[in-house]
C-alpha cells in the first residue's frame, strides 16, 4: 500500500506580527493583537464577529464552546498546540454554533465523556472546515449535528479513534449528520478502535485521494458508510482491510440504515481495496442497500474481493 504523507506541516510564520504583539498569552486574536490566558475568552472577544485565534505550541487541558459568528483557530506552529483530555458540556474540546468556523493545524487527544461520544469538535450549527489537524487516542475526531451546512476536510490524520462498548451506540472516526455536504480530501484514517472511520448522512460526499489503513485496526466496521445514501464521487483513496474486525462483508455501504438520498449520480472510480498481507477472505467493495444504480468504474480489488452486491 502506498502511504500517503499525511503530516503536520510546519509553516515559517502564521500572522507573526499578532503572535508576537501577545506576549505570555496563549491566544491572540489575529485581528487586534490581544492575547488571552484560554481560548475561551479570545473567542469571547471576536462574538459573533468574524476573527482568528492564533493558539501558541503547548498542551492545553481545555475546551471552548463558540456561541456564534465566522472563528477560525490556528496554531502558530502547526502540529505542537494541542488539546489534551478536557470536553466542554459532556461533548468535545470545542463545540461549534457559529456561522462558520476553521480549524487549522490542531491536535485534539484523549477525549472521553460519558455517553461515548467525547470528541475533538462537536459541530452543532454552521460550516465547518479543518485543515491539517491530527485527532487521535479519543471516542470520536469529529462528529455534527443536522443542518444546511457543509464539512470539508483536508490534510487531517484520524487515529486510534471510535468505539462500540459498554452498551451504548457506536462512535466513529468522523461521523457527519444530515448536513448539506462533505468533502474530505488528502487524509488518513488508521488503527480504528471501532465502528466506522468515515460515516457520514450527507446528501453529496467528495471522499478523494485518502487512505483507509485499517492494518492495526481493533473491531472495527466500514471504512466508508454513506447511512442514508448520497451523490458525488469516491476516488482515488487506498483501503487496507485487517485481521481485527466486528464486521468485514464490506469496504463501503450504501444507505444501510434507510434511503433518504438517490445515489444513482455516486461515482465511485481509481479506488484500491485490499488486505493485509497473508489475510484470505471474502468481502465486498461496495454493498448497495438500494435499487440505485451507483456507477463503480475502475478500482484496482485484492482477490478475495467482489466489486459490488445488492443487501
Same mark, same amino acid.
Given at each position: %500500500? /502506498? ?17 508576537? $504583539? ?11 493583537? $490581544? #492575547?488571552?490566558?484560554?481560548? @475561551? ?24 464552546? &463558540? &456561541?456564534?459568528? *465566522?472563528?477560525?483557530? /490556528? ?25 462558520? @468556523? ?9 477525549? /472521553? ?14 460550516? +465547518? ?38 452498551? +451504548? ?9 444530515? %448536513?448539506?455536504? +462533505?468533502?474530505?480530501? /488528502?487524509?488518513?484514517?488508521? $488503527? ?13 460526499? !467528495? ?6 489503513? *485499517? ?14 445514501? !448520497?451523490?458525488?464521487?469516491?476516488? #482515488?483513496?487506498? %483501503?487496507? &482491510? ?37 489475510? @484470505? ?5 461496495? !454493498? ?19 466489486? $459490488?452486491?445488492?443487501?
Amino acid at each position: %500500500m /502506498r502511504t500517503l504523507s499525511i503530516t503536520l506541516l510546519v509553516s515559517a510564520a502564521i500572522t507573526a506580527t499578532a503572535f508576537a $504583539q501577545s506576549g505570555p498569552s496563549p491566544f491572540t486574536v489575529a485581528e487586534s493583537g $490581544q #492575547g488571552f490566558p484560554t481560548l @475561551s475568552a479570545a473567542i469571547g472577544a471576536i462574538g459573533d464577529r468574524k476573527g482568528t485565534v492564533i493558539v501558541a505550541p503547548g498542551t492545553y487541558h481545555e475546551c471552548a464552546v &463558540q &456561541q456564534g459568528g *465566522d472563528l477560525t483557530i /490556528r496554531a502558530a506552529t502547526p502540529g505542537t498546540a494541542i488539546f489534551d483530555g478536557v470536553p466542554c458540556e459532556g461533548k468535545a474540546a470545542l463545540v461549534l454554533r457559529g456561522r462558520t @468556523s476553521t480549524v487549522d493545524g490542531i491536535v485534539f487527544q484523549n477525549l /472521553r465523556v460519558p455517553d461515548g461520544n467525547g470528541a475533538g469538535i462537536r459541530l452543532e450549527s454552521g460550516s +465547518l472546515t479543518v485543515v491539517n489537524s491530527l485527532f487521535r487516542n479519543s471516542e470520536e475526531g469529529i462528529l455534527t449535528g443536522d443542518g444546511p451546512g457543509s464539512v470539508t476536510i483536508d490534510r487531517s490524520t484520524f487515529r486510534k479513534l471510535g468505539r462500540c462498548d459498554r452498551d +451504548l451506540d457506536c462512535a466513529h472516526g468522523v461521523y457527519i449528520g444530515r %448536513m448539506a455536504s +462533505l468533502t474530505v480530501t /488528502r487524509s488518513r484514517f488508521d $488503527q480504528g478502535m471501532g465502528g466506522h472511520y468515515l460515516k457520514t448522512r450527507t446528501a453529496r460526499v !467528495a471522499i478523494t485521494d485518502n487512505s483507509f489503513d *485499517d492494518s492495526a485496526g481493533h473491531v472495527t466496521n466500514y471504512m466508508i458508510d454513506l447511512s442514508n445514501g !448520497a451523490t458525488g464521487t469516491i476516488t #482515488g483513496n487506498e %483501503m487496507v &482491510q485487517g485481521r481485527d474486525k466486528d464486521n468485514y462483508s464490506a469496504f463501503i455501504t450504501v444507505a444501510p440504515e434507510g434511503r433518504e438520498h438517490g445515489s444513482a449520480g455516486l461515482v465511485i472510480d481509481g479506488n484500491s481495496a485490499s488486505f493485509v498481507p497473508g489475510l @484470505s477472505r471474502s468481502s465486498t467493495f461496495v !454493498a448497495n442497500f438500494t435499487d440505485d444504480a451507483v456507477r463503480i468504474g475502475s478500482n484496482r480489488l485484492a482477490g478475495g474481493i467482489k466489486v $459490488q452486491d445488492r443487501r
